[in-house]
């Protein structure tokens, strides 16, 4: 098979597990609402940029949740098995595209839930959303790329921590600046620097992941 077949097939079979079990996205789907909730009980009413700010801290630990899972099914004999029937960058660009759409599903639902229940107006909706979009696939690479890392030392969680922490964080400040904006009223002329940055974040850490990986399987 060539490389597009790989990862067709591969995306698949990770649809196929997840429609079967649907534990993880229950569980996330769960966590993402209740957290809402209990932030409205707190809260009530907030303004704009602490509204902004619970939304990216609730997205945040989704992503963790759900990323922190890529690789939990592929280890020991199962691991062997892929080794022999497909290439790694398959099997990571495979987990990206995969957990990107995940992301994309789960923040789009919690952005519906809450909105509906915190009811607090976007001065320009379709620039909020495109914040959304990349952060949810600049969520998906980085702890894609370290939960592949954190596989093989036994999908520890605390190197997953320390790995992702730098990333993250300068991740995390270009988001909140951007989607402020937006919630704010700003125009997309105005944030090109923004989004370039979360799109070069994005290229870098998938060229980082298609590199690295390969080595990291064979080990």
């Given at each position: 098979m060539n490389l597009f077949t790989q990862v067709k097939t591969l995306i698949y079979k990770d649809v196929l597990l997840e429609w079967r079990s649907k534990y993880a996205i229950n569980s996330i789907l769960l966590y993402v609402v209740s957290t809402v909730f209990v932030c409205y009980q707190s809260f009530k009413s907030v303004d704009t940029s602490i509204w902004n700010t619970l939304f990216w801290i609730?997205?945040?630990?989704?992503?963790?949740?759900?990323?922190?899972r890529s690789f939990l099914q592929e280890t020991g004999n199962r691991q062997m098995y892929y080794y022999n029937l497909?290439?790694?960058?398959?099997?990571?660009?495979?987990?990206?595209i995969y957990n990107s759409f995940i992301m994309i599903?789960?923040?789009?639902?919690?952005?519906?839930?809450?909105?509906l229940i915190f009811r607090t107006p976007i001065g320009n909706l379709p620039v909020y959303l495109l914040?959304?979009?990349?952060g949810s696939i600049s969520f998906a690479t980085v702890f894609t790329m370290v939960a592949g890392i954190s596989?093989?030392?036994?999908?520890?969680?605390?190197?997953?921590?320390?790995?992702?922490?730098?990333?993250?964080?300068?991740?995390?400040?270009?988001?909140?600046?951007?989607?402020?904006?937006?919630?704010?009223g700003g125009l997309i002329a105005e944030n090109w620097g923004d989004i370039a940055v979360l799109l070069a974040i994005?290229?870098?850490?998938?060229?980082?992941?298609?590199?690295l990986f390969p080595y990291l399987w064979r080990d």
């Amino acid at each position: 098979m060539n490389l597009f077949t790989q990862v067709k097939t591969l995306i698949y079979k990770d649809v196929l597990l997840e429609w079967r079990s649907k534990y993880a996205i229950n569980s996330i789907l769960l966590y993402v609402v209740s957290t809402v909730f209990v932030c409205y009980q707190s809260f009530k009413s907030v303004d704009t940029s602490i509204w902004n700010t619970l939304f990216w801290i609730i997205l945040l630990f989704a992503a963790i949740n759900a990323m922190s899972r890529s690789f939990l099914q592929e280890t020991g004999n199962r691991q062997m098995y892929y080794y022999n029937l497909v290439s790694p960058l398959a099997i990571i660009l495979a987990k990206i595209i995969y957990n990107s759409f995940i992301m994309i599903l789960m923040a789009g639902i919690a952005f519906v839930v809450y909105n509906l229940i915190f009811r607090t107006p976007i001065g320009n909706l379709p620039v909020y959303l495109l914040s959304i979009l990349l952060g949810s696939i600049s969520f998906a690479t980085v702890f894609t790329m370290v939960a592949g890392i954190s596989a093989k030392a036994g999908n520890n969680s605390t190197i997953m921590a320390i790995l992702s922490f730098p990333v993250i964080i300068p991740l995390l400040i270009v988001l909140i600046k951007l989607s402020k904006s937006a919630a704010m009223g700003g125009l997309i002329a105005e944030n090109w620097g923004d989004i370039a940055v979360l799109l070069a974040i994005n290229v870098v850490t998938i060229a980082v992941s298609l590199l690295l990986f390969p080595y990291l399987w064979r080990d």
